[in-house]
Structure formats: structure tokens, C-alpha cells
């Protein structure tokens, strides 16, 4: 998984999680030429290899053995995580969406790793337990219809989404969209306190946060919900609730595209062909779970933008865990924390490999990007349910 040895790097994630399916355990060498995976030799395995188009080399027993003894040394930073089970995906997302709309399921697509989409109605009547791991589609948790009021109230597509929640929301016995959003927040929070995988890009990492703040206080203007928002609402926001941001401030004007000041697309001073953000290094041993998670071929990935790009460092958590920065701007780009018995990873911008994402652009052809190192990131954590979990040392 090196950047010289492997030639269509997403495709080599899928053929891992098939062979977890097929109850194949494998082994994922952390650090090691980027993160390979080892996995038995067998002939099953070679062919979908070829036929997936990845890249492989065959070791025989004693070259195995001398390599897992050298990851072993406490004097290399590398650890082998034995992948045990393919965990069991699902997106939320609107089911008239599109696989392309949204980075993760484009990049399952490619990588031949199955998913389920729901919606508000499966996670209100608490199908989450079905699953391992959670992706949340670039949804608006706060009701205001992704803050697209100003470019888009009269657009046909606007229009309809509108309608469409708010029909969806009464159906589930909600008065209001904001009200059936922070209910589906609620329940997504205990899933995850309850040792649920949960994974969110761009739009749908801030405003989840300020869905669970934001509890029992309307904050939406007129044009979203029909009613004026309560006076004073920043002053009566909780973010002990929250699980990643605290001390932000809400945009009231419902005419900026933006929710709040966690995001730094418009704090950003940096040129595109400058754009990079850097992964921070861990130790494998003792700090697994962020090595995962940060496992590529290359510590500089490539920025891009999105409606939540990145995130403002001094509104983050304390416990908060920075795995990817750009330290010119002092912004994280890729966070993770632990909240209950579960894991959430935050990840700002809309695609690794569109810059400049807009609204009705064509989808990225991945085949184009089979060695993106920014996707490489959003497969690390579909994978990371599937470690097994070592025994703590007391």
C-alpha cells in the first residue's frame, strides 16, 4: 500500500473487506509500506486481485515471519491489527440521492464494499443497532435546509427537497423539520454512546453539533420553519452536548451560507495549488486507533472545499483528538474523539479529489483516483470497526 507498490489503492480496501466477509481474518500492518494488509495466499484471493486490477506481492512463510518479528520490535513504530469482521455499513442519506452526491458512498461504490441507506424513519425507529458503522450524508441537522436559502429558494430542485422533509417530518409527527432532525441527532448521539462507529463529512459534522446544542431552542428563521427564531438563542446553547465543538457562534442571517463559526472556509487565506493538510504521526503500539485512521501512502494530502471545510482549532473540545492539519491556516481538517463506549470521526470538505465542489457539477471518476490519498482516509475508518480489540493494560 506504499506509493510505488500499489497501483489502484481503494480497490485493495474492498478486497479486504470481501475476504472478511468470506470469515478470512487479515492482518493490518500499520506503517508499514503505507499501511499494507496481509492476507493468506489463496488462489481465491489472487484472482480477485487481477481482477480488481491491485497490486500484490507473495511472501513465503519464513518472509512473513521475519517480517511481522521486525513490526513487533518495540524499536519500530509499526504494529499488525488483526482485522477480524466486516462491519455492517449503512448511510444516511436521502433515498433519492445519488451514489456521486456524496464522497463516501462513491468511494464504497468503487471499492465494491456494500452499504444500506436510511433515512430519518429507520434511525427514529431505531434500526442503528443493525449496524457497525454509520456514515452521515452531507445532511443539516439544524432544519435550515443546508443554509442554500439565498442561491436557491426559487430553484425547482430547493423547492421540492423543501416540500419533501416537511411532508416526511409530519409523517413521523413533527410540527417541524428542525424538531424531526434533532430527534434523529438524539438518536444517532446513543447510538453512538453506545459503542456505535459513526463517520461525518462536510456539512454534516458541524451542524449534528449544533442540532445537540441547540436541544429544545428554535433557531431557524421564518423561511425554514415558518415561525420567528427565540430571542437570545446563542445565549442559551448547551455544548455539553456536543461532541466535538464548543463555544461557537451561530450565523443568524439566514441569506450567508454558513452555520456557524467552527468552519474556515471563509477564514481561509491559502492558494489552491498550495492547498495541503498534513497527517499527524502516532504510535502504533500504544495509539492504534488514530494510526489506523491516519494509515496512507503519504503524510501531505491534497485540501479541498466544501460547505464545512475545515474546523476552527480553538473551538474544539479538549479531548478532542487532531489527526490532519494545515498549520499555516491553524485549522483541523480530520478530527476524532470518543464519546460513551463508541468513536466518531469528523472529516471537513465535500470531496478528496473536486476542489471546488458546487451544486449540480459532474461526479469525480474515481477511476481517475485510484490511488487519492484523501479517500484513503474515509476507507480507513469503513475498516477500522473490523480491529480486534486488544485487552486494556491496568
Not at 436557491?152 to 416540500?163: D, G
Not at 474546523?311 to 492539519?325: A, D, P, Q, Y
Not at 451544486?359 to 483516483?369: A, I, M, R, S, W
Request: aromatic content about 12%; hydrophobic content about 35%; proline content about 4%.
Amino acid at each position: 500500500m506504499d506509493a510505488n507498490g500499489q497501483k489502484n489503492h481503494l480497490k485493495a480496501y474492498g478486497l479486504t473487506y470481501w475476504s472478511l466477509e468470506k470469515q478470512i481474518k487479515v492482518k493490518w500492518l500499520l506503517n508499514y509500506r503505507g499501511g499494507s494488509f496481509l492476507l493468506p495466499d489463496i488462489e481465491e484471493i489472487r484472482k480477485e486481485c487481477i481482477i480488481r486490477g491491485i497490486s500484490y506481492e507473495t511472501l513465503s512463510t519464513s518472509k512473513t515471519e521475519k517480517i511481522l518479528e521486525e513490526i513487533a520490535s518495540p524499536s519500530q513504530n509499526q504494529e499488525a491489527v488483526i482485522l477480524e469482521k466486516a462491519p455492517k455499513i449503512a448511510v444516511y442519506s436521502p433515498k433519492g440521492n445519488f451514489p456521486w452526491d456524496d464522497a463516501v458512498t462513491m468511494v464504497l461504490t468503487y471499492a465494491e464494499i456494500p452499504y444500506e441507506v436510511i433515512y430519518d424513519e429507520e434511525v427514529l425507529n431505531d434500526a442503528l443497532v443493525l449496524y457497525d458503522w454509520l456514515h452521515l450524508h452531507h445532511e443539516d441537522f439544524t432544519g435550515q435546509y443546508g443554509k442554500f436559502y439565498r442561491s436557491f429558494k426559487a430553484a425547482p430542485w430547493y423547492i421540492e427537497n423543501k416540500k419533501n422533509a416537511e411532508a416526511l417530518a409530519k409523517q413521523l409527527g413533527f410540527n417541524k423539520v428542525s424538531k424531526s432532525k434533532e430527534a434523529v441527532a438524539l438518536k444517532i448521539r446513543d447510538y453512538v454512546v453506545g459503542g456505535g462507529f459513526m463517520f461525518a463529512m462536510c456539512s454534516a459534522t458541524d451542524s449534528f453539533d449544533i442540532a445537540l446544542a441547540a436541544q429544545g431552542v428554535d433557531i431557524c428563521e421564518p423561511m425554514f420553519d415558518g415561525d420567528p427564531s427565540e430571542p437570545n438563542y446563542q445565549s442559551k446553547l448547551n455544548y455539553q452536548n456536543t461532541f466535538a465543538f464548543k463555544n461557537f457562534t451561530l450565523e443568524r442571517n439566514p441569506n450567508v451560507y454558513e452555520f456557524s463559526s467552527i468552519d474556515m472556509t471563509d477564514k481561509r487565506k491559502i492558494k489552491q495549488e498550495l492547498d495541503y493538510f498534513s497527517l499527524m504521526q502516532f504510535s502504533a503500539k500504544w495509539d492504534p486507533i488514530p494510526t489506523m485512521l491516519c494509515q496512507n501512502h503519504t503524510q501531505l494530502v491534497k485540501g479541498f472545499m466544501g460547505q464545512t471545510t475545515s474546523f476552527e482549532r480553538t473551538e474544539l473540545k479538549s479531548n478532542i483528538l487532531v489527526m490532519g492539519e494545515n498549520k499555516t491556516n491553524n485549522e483541523a481538517r480530520y478530527i476524532h474523539g470518543i464519546k460513551g463506549k463508541g468513536f466518531f470521526t469528523f472529516y471537513g470538505g465535500h470531496d478528496p479529489e473536486d476542489y471546488r465542489h458546487r451544486v449540480g457539477d459532474p461526479k469525480t471518476e474515481l477511476e481517475l483516483h485510484s490511488t487519492s490519498p484523501g479517500y484513503r482516509l474515509i476507507l480507513n475508518n469503513v475498516l477500522f470497526p473490523a480491529a480486534k480489540k486488544k485487552k486494556q493494560k491496568t
